[in-house]
């Protein structure tokens, strides 16, 4: 049952101060499972019990915090002006206002809230801003108090391993993919799922599991323009390590477009003139090799099989001139 | 897209015009005009009053009133003008209050008109657009946008509302490229994201109709981070726009604008959230809207909207689904563009979303082929196997269980390929493709040596698809069965008849020399090589050509002309296109060679094909040949050192089959020596060299032992143990060494002579078990080895041994194709026969035996067993008479074998007593007894018995 106390507030706080480490109270509206609703400033919680003060009254209040169904916090910020910056790319602006304002609520993550998915797009931000140091502390929050089955703290432990892959951590992740939960082909966390395993298979040299996992991100996700151009970036360097030298340029070309204004659109152009190089290098490995291969059938006393001979050239002129199949 | 501007609020500026009119009447005014003039503004006063309690008629009464009196005052009384501007604009204000739309417009035009210089001449103009965009009336929207787009005037709001309607005009009248100035217009400047978002969905459709890729693609990311990208027009212009492309060949266009459609399902869930969230809305907007007109633009706006949803989801429920086609589609793009692992998993998600799906059948299909074409044939079985199990004799059967079972072929998978031919056609007799099912299953009965089903299978498609392409190939190899049974005459018959037929193509080549083949089993020797003659003359670039000199030269040789075979088998080596074909020819010129014991001539001959052949060459037989010439010679000490250096050369290869041979001979020539050392021989004499030299020999390779103990050359160290195990006189030495050669772990290091004295070793020690593993060992990795013929034998003999008749029947076929010629081929004939009969095959028991006692090399033992087993087959029958016939012939001819001598005594005597001769039994058995050395035999005892029943007295 929820209990009401009236103490004076001095001592209120008095008593919170070790619990409270947020510094200043925020405004929200507590919502009880029993649908009734208290407009308070949240100041902490301590020993299982939500402390608050009552905004109409002044007072202080208390209340156990399974009876708590959700925490609507008034936003401290304009929710419009993020959201544009974040879905325009513009993410220096997003993450500039979120880890200002965000701080004081990572204590009240564990309830059901509305702050948690400026949590995520902060961790996100932070991520592509290249902070992984920051992304990975603020996926430590989200993991630390939100509970393991919400898809958020799914993201959250991804977006570390994604940290710690950036920060040539890879093998730390395999514990953290190994405790995730089963993920469906079309949750929103599939493509940074897949990218994280890819790239922990990348790690032991399993190019095989890498490549099937960065298949699943460019024939399942192909509408996230966070993880396709990486994938697709991925999906060309593995082409070209096959010497399938036309995919990985029709990779790249296509990323001119499907990678439009991010960094892998870059990184996508400078690889098409490595692409060319090393197919003009494979070409002439191959001519070298069926040059030599001709120069030890002449030398050789056995007649060569018709048959087998022009099949052997026909082959050996395929791989030389198309090189990518 | 609908209007987002607001009337002007004409209630602002009204206390101050009202206080002015108010205080001009105070003042007198005109004295002619002051009473209508003031019940005038009375209305007028009144009427906006009426508006604002949304009595619109009333109001539209008032303002008229206004007007009719006012109007005429104005230019003498300007002050009147303001109240007659006001009345003039808000009555189509009112109008569209009311809904009168077309009334309000000319309301507009008419204020437009009156008031090119007024204050809402702007306004009016952008409500104006704002009805007739709300009637879908763009071409005079766009008209009356042009009217005022680039008035500097504007405000801020009207010029959004403008280029708004203006874009959106445009956009419906499918000018999808004088659309995108003001939709970018109001992209760029739109004061929320709303507003910005909703023109880049339409942008993005113009962009894709146009095929704008590269601005497109600046938008699409941002835009896909929000809500408007369930727009259906959006999504239905990147899906036509990607059938367009996809069509024209340009995939990766296709690719990337499939890419962006979603599935009609998200759709739907999406338009009925944004449909319940505009009603939310628009209920909201119109509780308010009493309280602030102007909240009824934006009212408006939301109709429009709901009924653009509403419309879209109408539509969307028109279309089929198209979820699946959409995943194909974006599939077909991957295929098309060789990333097939993408394709593939594609094509896959379709059966693994909803398998009874109409186009699963398809999808999985398509995933084999993805499969296949990505070389990943293991995976490509897989699919298939999977799209078989999921649906059999569906729509793919026949076309997937062909290709399944050419793979299969060519992976030399017959027992799959005959067990995918098999189920094809059982789950659907009318296969499609029956005929290439039936070769296949043939063709892979032949290559697992099962000639007569596999003749068998051929058969069926003589009889059932005589016009099949595969028709030929089966007659084809029909005939190479019966020659590889071999029954040799119809074998060349129906290569004759296949040649009458065909006279084209790889297999006449190849069937023209078969017929020679056949012929040489025949023995119609002078046949054969009129047949490899013409062959050598028609086809001088077959690659046969090289076995059709070798065969010229084998029954050259045979014949006696050893000088025209020699130069044959010279022939048969530059159009060899394998070492296998070499190997032969040199092989048999050798032999020939021997034949006339020209020993020099085959040492330079090997030498000259160790220089010709190099690395390909088969260094240990050639070394083999060299050392044996050498020793036939006299050249025993260069004959010693040639093997020496053979076996401690090459001795650590399994695969050096000469090595072998070389210890076999060795293994001789330690057994000759005598049991006493070299020291007590006279130096002088010959012997006393050779065994010097062969001493010398075997301390060298003593040595070379334990060398390769060391060296860890573990092939080469039980090759030399397995020489020393069966020289040594030393029984316990002897036992030692076999132990230590007899493991489970030495079977894969053996070369074959480790292998067989293994074999040996077990079946003597009665371990079937080790016997079975080595042989098997032995015949799955040295069936080209000399000796293979002792692991058939030796396996033979010990299936035997546990029953297993089965399986040894088949090892002894093989013995007896592989070796015809040979004494072990006799004794497998024998046993062949035995085991026909023991199965009361009587016909086939009675072939074996005639076989053997066709060959005349075999007379011997051999030919007293098989006719004393050939008797037993009449007996059988209860043919007596033939039988006695037999037994006779054998007592008579074959009394040095006095084993079978006697068992035929006593078998004839047997046949004589059935046919109730009694007397004639006591005389063979009377003769019996007295035959020397069939006397003595352990069959003796038995006539003397039965004699004494015939002889009581």
């Known amino acids: 049952m929820n209990r009401l106390l009236r103490l004076p507030l001095a001592l209120f706080l008095g008593l919170i101060s070790l619990a409270s480490l947020a510094g200043r109270a925020q405004e929200a509206t507590v919502i009880f499972k029993d649908k009734r609703s208290w407009e308070v400033e949240i100041v902490g919680v301590k020993d299982g019990v939500l402390k608050m003060v009552m905004k109409n009254s002044n007072t202080e209040a208390d209340t156990p915090v399974g009876d708590v169904a959700f925490l609507r916090f008034v936003i401290p910020f304009d929710e419009n002006e993020v959201m544009k910056n974040y879905t325009f790319g513009e993410y220096e602006k997003a993450e500039a206002v979120l880890a200002d304002k965000l701080r004081p609520y990572f204590f009240h993550l564990a309830f059901e809230n509305n702050i948690l998915p400026y949590v995520m797009i902060l961790a996100r931000s932070q991520y592509w ?197 | 897209m609908l209007m987002r501007v607001h009337a002007r609020p004409i209630a602002s500026a009204l206390p101050l015009r009202i206080a002015l009119l108010v205080l001009w009447t105070l003042l007198g005014g005109a004295a002619r005009a002051q009473l209508p003039a003031a019940k005038a503004m009375q209305a007028y006063n009144m009427a906006q009053m009426d508006m604002k309690s949304k009595k619109y008629d009333a109001a539209i009464k008032g303002f008229e009133s206004a007007i009719n009196v006012l109007g005429p005052l104005v230019r003498e009384e300007p002050r009147y003008r303001p109240a007659v501007e006001f009345s003039t604009y808000n009555i189509p204000i009112c109008q569209l209050q009311k809904k009168d739309l077309d009334e309000a417009v000319n309301g507009f035009r008419k204020y437009i008109t009156n008031y090119p210089d007024g204050q809402f001449f702007r306004v009016a103009h952008v409500l104006w657009a704002d009805i007739r965009a709300s009637q879908g009336k763009w071409k005079e929207v766009i008209d009356v946008v042009f009217k005022v787009k680039d008035d500097r005037a504007l405000t801020a709001q009207e010029r959004l509302v403008i280029f708004q309607l203006w874009g959106e005009a445009h956009f419906n009248l499918e000018q999808y490229k004088e659309a995108l100035e003001p939709l970018q217009w109001v992209f760029r400047n739109g004061p929320t994201m709303n507003t910005r978002i909703e023109a880049a969905v339409l942008l993005a459709v113009c962009l894709t109709r146009l095929g704008e890729f590269d601005k497109l693609y600046e938008f699409v990311p941002k835009l896909y981070k929000t809500s408007a990208k369930f727009d259906l027009r959006l999504q239905m212009a990147l899906l036509e726009e990607g059938d367009t492309k996809y069509d024209d060949g340009e995939v990766t266009r296709a690719l990337l604008l499939y890419r962006l459609v979603y599935y009609k399902s998200q759709l739907v869930t999406e338009l009925n959230k944004k449909i319940t969230e505009a009603k939310r809305q628009h209920a909201i907007l119109t509780r308010r809207e009493a309280d602030d007109p102007q909240l009824g633009t934006q009212a408006r706006q939301l109709e429009r909207i709901l009924q653009t949803l509403d419309e879209q989801l109408k539509q969307l429920a028109e279309i089929p689904d198209y979820d699946a086609q959409l995943t194909i589609r974006l599939a077909n793009c991957y295929f098309d563009l060789d990333r097939h692992l993408e394709a593939l998993k594609l094509y896959r998600s379709i059966y693994d979303d909803n398998p009874s799906h109409p186009l699963a059948q398809q999808a999985l299909y398509r995933a084999f082929t993805a499969a296949f074409a990505m070389r990943d044939i293991e995976r490509a079985l897989a699919e298939a196997y999977h799209a078989l199990d999921a649906f059999p004799g569906g729509e793919f059967w026949e076309t997937l269980t062909v290709n399944v079972a050419i793979i299969h072929n060519e992976r030399k998978e017959y027992e799959k390929c005959i067990a995918i031919c098999e189920r094809a056609l059982k789950v659907k007799p009318d296969h499609g493709l029956a005929d290439n099912m039936v070769y296949l299953k043939g063709y892979s009965q032949f290559m697992l040596s099962r000639l007569e089903a596999a003749m068998t299978t051929f058969e069926l498609i003589f009889e059932k698809y005589p016009k099949s392409s595969f028709l030929q190939p089966a007659q084809y190899w029909h005939a190479l069965g019966f020659l590889y049974i071999p029954i040799y005459t119809p074998a060349r ?461």
């Open chain 2, 493 to 953: 018959e129906e290569f004759q008849e296949f040649l009458s037929r065909y006279t084209i193509g790889a297999l006449v080549e190849d069937a023209s020399y078969r017929v020679g083949v056949a012929l040489y089993g025949e023995g119609k020797f002078g046949e054969v090589a009129d047949v490899m003659r013409r062959f050598i003359g028609k086809y001088p670039d077959s690659i046969l050509k090289s076995e059709a000199h070798a065969m010229l030269a084998d029954v050259l040789a045979s014949d006696g002309q050893l000088d025209e075979a020699v130069e044959n088998y010279r022939l048969a080596l530059p159009p060899a296109v394998n070492m296998v074909q070499v190997d032969y020819a040199m092989m048999q010129h050798a032999r020939t060679l021997e034949l006339e014991q020209k020993y020099e001539d085959i040492i330079a001959l090997w030498r000259q094909y160790l220089i010709t052949y190099s690395e390909m060459a088969n260094y240990t037989e050639a070394l083999y040949w060299i050392g044996n010439s050498q020793r036939n010679l006299g050249r025993l000490e260069e004959a010693l050192n040639t093997f020496y250096e053979g076996i401690v050369k090459y001795g650590d290869d399994a695969r050096g089959y000469g090595v072998d041979s070389m210890v076999m001979d060795l293994k001789a020539e330690f057994n000759e020596l005598p049991d006493i050392t070299a020291s007590d021989f006279q130096a002088s004499t010959e012997d006393a060299d050779r065994v010097l030299m062969v001493s010398n020999l075997r301390d060298r390779l003593r040595q070379e032992l334990a060398a390769a103990g060391q060296a860890r050359k573990q092939t080469l160290q039980l090759r030399l143990a397995t020489l020393f195990a069966e020289t040594s006189r030393d029984v316990a030495v002897r036992q030692s060494m076999a132990n230590t050669v007899m493991t489970d772990a030495n079977i894969p290091r053996s070369a074959p002579v480790t292998l067989a004295f293994m074999g040996r070793e077990a079946v003597q020690r009665n371990n079937l078990a080790f016997a079975n593993k080595v042989y098997d060992y032995f015949l799955e990795e040295h069936r080209n080895s000399d000796l293979v013929l002792e692991a058939l034998r030796g396996k033979a003999e010990t299936l035997l041994k546990q029953n297993q008749t089965e399986a040894a029947a088949g090892l002894l076929q093989e013995l007896v194709n592989r070796f015809a010629m040979s004494e072990q081929a006799a004794w497998a004939f024998l046993r062949l026969g035995e085991i026909e009969l023991q199965r009361n095959n009587l016909a086939a028991a009675q072939t074996a035996f005639e076989t053997l006692l066709s060959v005349k090399e075999w007379r011997g033992e051999s030919w007293a067993e098989a006719l004393y087993q050939l008797g037993l087959v009449h007996m059988a029958r209860k043919e007596w008479d033939e039988a006695f016939v037999i037994f006779e012939r054998n007592y008579v001819l074959y009394s040095g074998f006095p084993r079978w001598a006697a068992r035929s005594f006593l078998k004839a005597a047997e046949c004589q007593e059935r046919t109730q001769r009694p007397a004639e039994a006591v005389k063979v058995l009377e003769m019996m007894l007295q035959t020397e050395l069939v006397n003595e035999q352990a069959e003796a005892a038995e006539a003397r018995k039965r004699l004494a029943e015939l002889k009581p007295s």
């Open chain 1, 129 to 325: 801003l290249n902070k992984f140091a920051e992304a990975n502390a603020t996926a430590d929050r989200v993991l630390r108090t939100v509970p393991k089955e919400r898809p958020e703290a799914t993201e959250a432990a991804l977006i570390k391993c994604l940290c710690l892959h950036a920060t040539g951590r890879s093998a730390d992740t395999e514990r953290i993919m190994a405790g995730l939960p089963t993920i469906d082909r079309d949750a929103e966390v599939a493509p940074i799922y897949w990218y994280s395993l890819a790239r922990l298979h990348l790690t032991t040299n399993n190019v095989v599991q890498a490549t099937e996992n960065i298949a699943n991100i460019v024939a399942f996700a192909g509408k996230d323009f966070d993880w396709m151009p990486p994938a697709l970036y991925q999906s060309a360097e593995f082409h070209l390590a096959a010497h399938r030298f036309d995919v990985a340029t029709q990779i790249c070309q296509e990323m001119k477009l499907a990678a439009k204004d991010t960094p892998w659109q870059q990184k996508a152009l400078d690889l098409l003139p490595r692409i060319e190089q090393e197919k003009k290098a494979h070409e002439l490995r191959l001519r070298r090799e069926a040059e030599a291969l001709a120069a030890k059938a002449a030398r050789s006393p056995l007649r060569r099989n018709p048959a087998e001979a022009a099949s052997a050239t026909e082959s050996l002129l395929k791989d030389a001139t198309e090189g990518n199949r």
